[in-house]
């Protein structure tokens, strides 16, 4: 298990949509968490989305309302982002933890999870 790999940001016109892909080589089997962040300048990383990889169960932020859907197939992990905001533009991360429990499984406090690579930026234009 090593760092996660994070790819697909672009710009991209408000209201379009982007695909992130991960690579989650080694985390995609049960007994694992994948989530999605981001970061933008001057603010701290944000929990998005979270996969319990080999249960497809997921949990999204509310902040989200619905415009963002986080998938697996196989090594890889997706986040499908619709009807971007200018206020989406960040850098994205992946990141992984071991799955704790299903009381908790859901949790997506940055500082619980590693592996996390060099982002991928995004760009929303208004």
């Known amino acids: 298990q090593g760092k996660l790999v994070e790819s697909g940001g672009g710009s991209v016109q408000a209201g379009g949509s982007l695909r992130l892909s991960c690579l989650a080589s080694?985390?995609?089997?049960?007994?694992?968490?994948v989530g999605w962040f981001r970061q933008a300048p001057g603010k701290e990383r944000e929990g998005l989305a979270v996969?319990?990889?080999?249960?497809?169960n997921t949990h999204y932020a509310d902040s989200l309302k619905g415009r963002f859907t986080i998938s697996q197939d196989n090594a890889k992990v997706y986040l499908q982002m619709n009807s971007l905001k200018p206020e989406d533009t960040a850098m994205y991360y992946c990141?992984?933890?071991?799955?704790?429990?299903?009381?908790?499984?859901?949790?997506?406090?940055?500082?619980?999870?590693?592996?996390w690579g060099q982002g991928t930026q995004v760009t929303v234009s208004s």
């Open positions: 990141a992984a933890r071991p799955f704790p429990n299903w009381g908790s499984w859901h949790g997506l406090n940055p500082s619980e999870y590693h592996g």
């Open positions: 080694g985390y995609t089997y049960s007994g694992n968490c």
């Open positions: 996969i319990a990889t080999g249960f497809g």
